[in-house]
């Protein structure tokens, strides 16, 4: 079973930058689409971004322009570069594959809190 799992959350004011990490240690093959998602608390878990095999970006509109995907094949890593962080941003972060029915275990996410 592939796991994986995230770091970087933490405690952020509102305008600040936070950079997310994800590793599949297990996984056999990296070369799949990974997504970022996100799921507030009370909310469902939500897609925030993907970067996709080719290296092709995709953003949630709410995150476009904030948030950067990047992705090191060689080392199994996916990143999540966060800047101008707000509040409504708050919530736990999890990568994993896309789209999200060929998911991979979900990792324990990171908890990004946005507060000043």
């Known amino acids: 079973q592939v796991e994986v799992v995230e770091s970087g959350g933490g405690l952020v004011q509102p305008g600040g930058s936070l950079t997310l990490s994800c590793v599949a240690p297990k996984a056999t093959h990296t070369y799949f689409d990974m997504g970022w998602y996100r799921q507030g608390a009370g909310k469902q878990r939500e897609l925030i971004a993907r970067i996709m095999s080719g290296g092709e970006r995709y953003y949630r509109d709410s995150v476009e322009g904030r948030f950067s995907v990047s992705r090191d094949n060689a080392k199994n890593m996916v990143y999540l570069q966060m800047n101008s962080l707000k509040p409504e941003d708050t919530a736990l972060y999890y990568c994993?594959?896309?789209?999200?029915?060929?998911?991979?275990?979900w990792g324990p996410g990171a908890l990004v809190v946005v507060s000043s």
């Open positions: 994993n594959r896309y789209p999200e029915r060929y998911s991979w275990a």
